[in-house]
């Protein structure tokens, strides 16, 4: 039963929920799957690079004016943005509180020397830190071409290659989608758990199986492209 607040009022649906550790839960793994269907859908984007300039700058124009004429050009684009922000900071907020929560939990510390957290926990506190520092370098990289010197606007498939000719922009572009794949591997099985559509010990296999899956392909495919641009595939 909800506890009333200091006004008297109990806390509403949504703040209990939010307030509860399934709640939070429940937000990381929706939010999660947001942002992995975001994933899925720029990653094919990005190879769209290997059909040449004229149908990446095509894509790029495209995802500038998607929805007209219904909708002002990047209308629909900034609404994606605004989504994807929102999954982010709620994911991230809610993974921070559920950490605190976890070492509130434990105010004492283990007799014997050990580490806190597993393997799989380690890898998405950090995975998680290092793909929101890339979001910024990204955003700054090839959105807002701040930091990417032989940029020019409007011109994607351009600003893609002058980024991955620059030994520093294919380390932090490959270091980063290496922790998005194992971000992802642990992650989408999480999600999955939390939701409740998994269990037996065969569907949990085939979770594995399938996590691991979507996660090699995440890598790959987006490796792919800094890889082709330093070997000369796409310049």
Known sequence: MALATRTGR??????????????????????????????????MGNLKIFFGADEFNGYGH??????????HSHWALWGVRVVLVAAIVLHGVSAYQLS??????????????????????????????????????????????TVNENAEAGHPYENVVATFSTWYGNTVYIVAMLA????????????VHTLGAAGSPARDRALKTAADAVAAVLVLGFVSVPVAVMTGVVS
């Open 62 to 71: 495209w995802l500038r004016h998607m929805g007209a004429p219904v909708l």
């Open 180 to 191: 998005v794949g194992l971000h992802v591997r642990h992650g989408l099985r999480s999600a």
């Open 10 to 43: 109990r806390p509403s649906m949504p703040r209990s929920l939010w307030d509860s550790t399934v709640g939070k839960k429940t937000v990381m793994a929706v939010t999660g799957l947001i942002m992995l269907g975001y994933l899925v859908a720029h990653m």
């Open 100 to 145: 605190r929560r976890d070492l509130k939990a434990r105010p004492v510390p283990y007799a014997h020397p050990r580490p806190r957290a597993s393997y799989a926990t380690r890898t998405m506190r950090w995975g998680g830190v290092i793909v929101g520092l890339f979001v910024v370098w990204h955003l700054l990289d090839l959105t807002t071409l």
